[in-house]
C-alpha cells in the first residue's frame, strides 16, 4: 500500500450543540456514565474496607457492596450471584475461562473449538493453550460474518471439551447463533464458554436460554470504569469446575485471588443495573442513528458496502467499506471524529483487521473499512455532522483517485495488466 496521503479537509462546521471532537468508537470503550462515578466515589475514601476483613465493620461494609454488585451483574446476564466472579476485565476473563476448563477437563479430552473473528484475548489464549499440547480447531465465518453450524457439528469430536464463541463481535458487530451453540454443546456434554463483551448490556443475553456455561464481560464497554470484569461460571446443570489461574488468598471461591477491586466492582454493578433498566429504549435510540447514518452514505455515495450481516447485528454497530478511497486518507480527513479503521496499526506495518480479511475482503477493501460504534451519549445531530463529513471527503478523495476514475468510465480493473514494480 502506498504512504503517500492525500491531504484532503473538509470545510464543514459542526451545528450548535456538537462538540468536537466527537467520539464514536464506543466498541473500543465507552465514557463512564456519571451515575456510575457518583455510585463509586464513596468506595475510593469513607468506605475504603478490604471485603475480605471479616472481623470488622469496614470489611462488613466493602463486602455488603461488593455483594449487591455481584446480584446486579447476575440478574443482567440471568445468573445467579454465586456463579459471578470478579476479575480485572474481559481479557482475564477469557484467559481464566479457557486455560481453567481446559486443564481442568484435560483427562476428558484436549480438543478445542472457536472461531477466526475471536477477539485476541481468545485467540491467542487458544494459540498457546496448543503450545502445550491440546488441539484447536478455528472455525471459518461466511461472508455475512457468521460461522456455519454445520461446521461447528464436524467439528466436534469426543475428545472435544469446549467451544469458545463470541455472541457479538468487536468489529463488525455481528452475533452468532449462541443459543444453537449452546444446544449443540450440552447435547454431546461440551462446555461453552462465550465472550459476551460486546453484547452483555446491548442486546438481552440469558445464560440459560442460550445455555452458557461461561460468559465473559467487561466494566468499560458498557460504562462502566475499566480494569474490572467478570467471568460467569454455571453452578448447576452442569456445575463447571475452572482451575485457577492466579493463586493466592482464595478469593472469588477458589478461582480468583486477590483483594478485590471493591471500588471497581461496585462501578461495574451499577453500570450493570443502568443497562438493565435503559437497554431497550437505548438500543432502539442508538439503531435508528446507526440506520440513518447507513442511509445517509448509501443515499449520496457509491460503492459503499456493509461488512457483516446486517440482520444479526448489534444496534449500535456500523462497519462500512468507501472502495476506491485509502483508510488512511479517510482518517485523516475526518481527524474531528473517533472512528476505527481497518487498519490494525502494528509497530512497523499496516496490517488489515483479520477479521475482515476472514469475510474475504482483498486488503485494499479492508483497509477502506470504517467501524462506527455509537454510544449512550451521542446524539443525532453528531450523526449528521459525521454522515455529512465523510460523504464530503470520500468525494474529494475519489476526485483524485485514478482507480475511482477509471471504474466511472467502465473500465473492469480485473482485467488490467498492471505493470510490475
Ligand atoms: C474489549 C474486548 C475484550 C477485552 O476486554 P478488556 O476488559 O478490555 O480486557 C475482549 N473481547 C471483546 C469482544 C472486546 O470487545
Redesign the pocket.
Known amino acids: 500500500m502506498s504512504t503517500a496521503t492525500n491531504g484532503v479537509t473538509s470545510n464543514l462546521t459542526p451545528p450548535a450543540g456538537v462538540k468536537l471532537p466527537i467520539y464514536f468508537d464506543n466498541?473500543a470503550t465507552t465514557r463512564t456514565d456519571p451515575r456510575v462515578v457518583e455510585a463509586m466515589l464513596p468506595y475510593f475514601s469513607d468506605v475504603f474496607g478490604n471485603a475480605a476483613s471479616r472481623n470488622h465493620a469496614f470489611g462488613w461494609e466493602a463486602e455488603e457492596a461488593v455483594e449487591k454488585a455481584r446480584a446486579q451483574v447476575a440478574k443482567l446476564i440471568g445468573a445467579t450471584a454465586k456463579e459471578i466472579i470478579f476479575t480485572s476485565?474481559?481479557?482475564?476473563s477469557?484467559n481464566l475461562a479457557i486455560k481453567g476448563i481446559a486443564e481442568m477437563y484435560r483427562e476428558r479430552g484436549n480438543h478445542i473449538i472457536t472461531q477466526v473473528t475471536e477477539?485476541k484475548?481468545v485467540l491467542d489464549t487458544c494459540k498457546r493453550l496448543e503450545k502445550s499440547g491440546y488441539r484447536v480447531t478455528y472455525l471459518p465465518v461466511k461472508a455475512d460474518g457468521l460461522i456455519d453450524i454445520e461446521d461447528l457439528k464436524r467439528a466436534m469430536t469426543d475428545q472435544t471439551i469446549l467451544v469458545s464463541i463470541?455472541i457479538a463481535?468487536?468489529e463488525i458487530g455481528v452475533i452468532q447463533p449462541v443459543e444453537e451453540i449452546g444446544k449443540l454443546c450440552h447435547e454431546r456434554g461440551i462446555l461453552f464458554h462465550t465472550?459476551g463483551?460486546?453484547a452483555v448490556g446491548k442486546i438481552p443475553v440469558d445464560v440459560n436460554a442460550m445455555q452458557i456455561d461461561a460468559l465473559?464481560l467487561?466494566?468499560?464497554?458498557i460504562y462502566g470504569p475499566?480494569g474490572v470484569?467478570a467471568l460467569y461460571v454455571r453452578r448447576r446443570n452442569p456445575r463447571v469446575q475452572i482451575s485457577e489461574q492466579i493463586n493466592g488468598g482464595g478469593h472469588e471461591r477458589g478461582m480468583r485471588s486477590g483483594t478485590l477491586n471493591v471500588t471497581g466492582i461496585v462501578g461495574l454493578g451499577k453500570a450493570c443495573e443502568l443497562c438493565q433498566d435503559e437497554m431497550e429504549s437505548e438500543s432502539r435510540r442508538l439503531s435508528a442513528m446507526r440506520d440513518k447514518l447507513k442511509a445517509k452514505f448509501e443515499a449520496n455515495l457509491d460503492y459503499i458496502h456493509v461488512n457483516g450481516s446486517m440482520e444479526h447485528r448489534l444496534p449500535n454497530n456500523l462497519n462500512m467499506s468507501f472502495v476506491y478511497v485509502e483508510g488512511e486518507s479517510l482518517l485523516m480527513g475526518i481527524n474531528d471524529v473517533a472512528v476505527s479503521s481497518g487498519s490494525a496499526c502494528t509497530s512497523a506495518t499496516l496490517e488489515p483487521s483479520y477479521v475482515l480479511k476472514a469475510l474475504g475482503l482483498g486488503d485494499d477493501v479492508a483497509h477502506s473499512s470504517i467501524r462506527f460504534g455509537l454510544g449512550r451519549f451521542n446524539s443525532e445531530a453528531e450523526v449528521d455532522y459525521v454522515a455529512d463529513k465523510i460523504i464530503d471527503v470520500v468525494k474529494k478523495l475519489r476526485e483524485l483517485s485514478p482507480l475511482y476514475e477509471m471504474v466511472k468510465e467502465g473500465i473492469d480493473l480485473s482485467k488490467i495488466e498492471w505493470a510490475a514494480h
Open positions: 466498541q476485565g474481559a481479557t482475564e477469557n477477539h484475548a463470541m463481535n468487536n465472550d463483551v460486546q465473559s467487561s466494566g468499560h464497554k475499566k470484569g
